[in-house]
C-alpha cells in the first residue's frame, strides 16, 4: 500500500512538471518570420516579442533597391509561417525569391490599406532597371510618416495573431506600448519641426524617399533621384538641382545612408549649400549606431534636419 501511494504521488508530481514546463525551460517553439528589410524587422520584433522569431533579408545600411537575394535566404523563406513586406512594389526581387525558396509562408504587406502617394512627376520610371526593382507609379516610402508607421505595426499585429492565434493576446498588448511609443515619437518631431523658421524647411536629399515625411511635416525635400537608387542622376538633374538650390536658398544638402554621397558633395560644392548629415532613410544603422530601431532612426533624422535647417548661416 504504502508503495501504490508513493507510486501515485510521484506520478501527480511528474504531470504538475509538465504543466509548468514552460516555466522551467521547456521554450515554446518560436513563430519563424521573415521581414524584407531592416525597418520591417524591427517592428516585427517590437510587436511579436518572445514569441517570434524573425531573419531579416536586407539588413542594415543595406539597399533594398538594388539587393540580390543568397541561397541563405531561400532557405530562410522555405522555413517561415510568415513573410511581412513592405508591398507598393518596394521589394522587386521578392516575386523570384518566393518562387525559387518554394515558401509556403504567408506574405503579409505591411502598407496594406494605405492611401500611396504618386511618385514625383519625372521620377516615377527611375526605379525601372535590368533587376526589374520597378516601383511603378507609386511612393513605396510610406514608413517615413509616422501616422503610416502605425499602420505598419497594426497589420503585422494582424499577422501575427492570424499566423499564431494563441499569441494574439501578446501581439495586441506589444502593438498597443509600441503605437503609444509612435504617438510620443510623433509629438517630438513635430516640435522639433516648428522649431525651424519656415522660410528655412528645405533641403536636398540623394534620393526621392522622404515624400510621405514631406507630406507629413511640412519640409520641402529635393532629390536628384527617383525614387529608386537604381538610376543614376543625369547631368541635367543635377545641374538643375544646383540652380534650384542657389534660387532658392535651399540652407542644406544631406547624405544618405544606402547611398553613394558623391552627388551630395557636388551639389554642396557647386551650389554653396552645407552638408548637413546623414540621414537614415531605406535601412536601419546597425544596433551599434545612431539608428538601431526605428523610433532612434527617426529621432536622429529629425534632430539632424533640426541642426541643419534651424540655425541661420554662421
Known amino acids: 500500500m504504502y508503495h501504490r501511494r508513493a507510486l501515485l504521488v510521484a506520478s501527480a508530481a511528474f ?63 522555405a522555413a517561415a509561417k510568415l513573410v511581412v513586406v513592405n508591398g507598393l512594389h518596394f521589394e522587386g526581387w521578392l516575386p523570384r525569391l518566393v518562387k525559387s525558396s518554394g515558401t509556403k509562408a504567408v506574405l503579409a504587406e505591411a502598407t496594406k490599406g494605405l492611401m500611396p502617394l504618386e511618385a514625383e512627376e519625372g521620377h516615377d520610371d527611375h526605379g525601372k532597371g535590368k533587376a526589374g526593382h520597378a516601383h511603378g507609379h507609386d511612393d513605396p516610402h510610406a514608413w517615413q510618416s509616422i501616422a503610416n508607421a502605425k499602420v505598419y505595426v497594426a497589420n503585422i499585429r494582424n499577422a501575427l495573431s492570424a499566423a499564431d492565434p494563441a499569441g494574439q493576446a501578446s501581439y495586441a498588448a506589444n502593438a498597443t506600448t509600441y503605437l503609444a511609443e509612435l504617438d510620443a515619437l510623433e509629438g517630438e518631431v513635430k516640435a522639433a519641426i516648428a522649431r525651424i523658421p519656415a522660410d528655412r524647411r528645405k533641403a536636398i536629399t540623394t534620393h526621392d524617399a522622404f515624400g510621405y515625411f514631406v507630406k507629413a511635416y511640412g519640409i520641402e525635400f529635393v532629390a536628384p533621384q527617383g525614387v529608386s537608387t537604381e538610376a543614376e542622376a543625369s547631368a541635367r538633374d543635377v545641374g538643375r538641382i544646383i540652380r534650384q538650390v542657389k534660387a532658392q536658398k535651399i540652407p542644406a544638402v544631406f547624405l544618405e545612408n544606402v547611398t553613394n554621397p558623391r552627388l551630395v558633395e557636388q551639389i554642396a560644392r557647386e551650389s554653396g549649400a552645407k552638408i548637413g548629415g546623414r540621414l537614415f532613410s531605406d535601412a536601419l544603422s546597425d544596433a551599434a549606431g545612431p539608428a538601431g530601431t526605428y523610433i532612434r532612426m527617426m529621432k536622429h533624422n529629425i534632430s539632424e534636419i533640426e541642426k541643419a535647417l534651424a540655425a541661420g548661416p554662421a
Open 15 to 77: 504531470g504538475l512538471t509538465l504543466a509548468a514546463a514552460p516555466s522551467l525551460g521547456f521554450a515554446q517553439e518560436k513563430l519563424p518570420v521573415v521581414a524584407s528589410f531592416s525597418i520591417l524587422g524591427d517592428f516585427v520584433k517590437r510587436v511579436g516579442g518572445d514569441r517570434v522569431s524573425v531573419t531579416t533579408l536586407v539588413g542594415p545600411d543595406g539597399d533594398a533597391h538594388v539587393y540580390a537575394p543568397t541561397p541563405a535566404d531561400a532557405k530562410a523563406m
